[in-house]
């Protein structure tokens, strides 16, 4: 059985880590992408990658300075997107081609859950401590 600070550590551990990969997917995901515009999603592919499991990929066609690109291949994909849905995405201004889509919505659920995680752990620990320090008898605390 794990100590009750071990197991207080990991969860710690797992609040900070989905905090920081939320932050990448805010922040950090798009660097090196500067140009930003609005496209629509043309068409999405549904391929069966094993018995149980689908692929999907989404096509998408929007205009940056006054040239249109049609039918781009996106490497993200979330299934909220349907044909005619309009996305937010950062392209590379040397090559309009080669874009990112908007994770924010990512990034956002990530950093929250994180949080919460951190902060649940947190509080409960120290009260649980300081409950232990008043009466001597253990309390609850995750872990």
């Not at 999907?56 to 979330?78: L, M, P």
């Not at 990112?100 to 951190?118: E, M, Q």
Request: some cysteine.
């Amino acid at each position: 059985m794990l100590k009750q600070s071990t197991g207080v550590a990991v969860l710690l551990i797992f609040g900070l880590a989905f905090s920081a990969i939320g932050a990448y997917l805010l922040f950090f995901f798009h660097k090196g992408y500067e140009g930003e515009t609005e496209a629509v999603i043309t068409r999405i592919v549904v391929e069966q990658s094993t018995k149980d499991d689908y692929k999907h990929t989404a096509y998408v066609s929007y205009e940056v300075d006054g040239v249109s690109y049609n039918d781009i291949r996106s490497d993200y994909y979330q299934s909220s997107y349907v044909v005619g849905k309009k996305i937010k995405i950062y392209y590379d201004l040397n090559d309009p081609t080669d874009f990112r889509a908007d994770t924010s919505f990512g990034g956002y659920i990530a950093c929250g859950v994180g949080v919460i995680i951190f902060i649940i752990t947190g509080v409960t620990h120290f009260r649980s401590r300081k409950e232990y320090r008043k009466t001597g008898k253990k309390a609850f605390s995750p872990g």
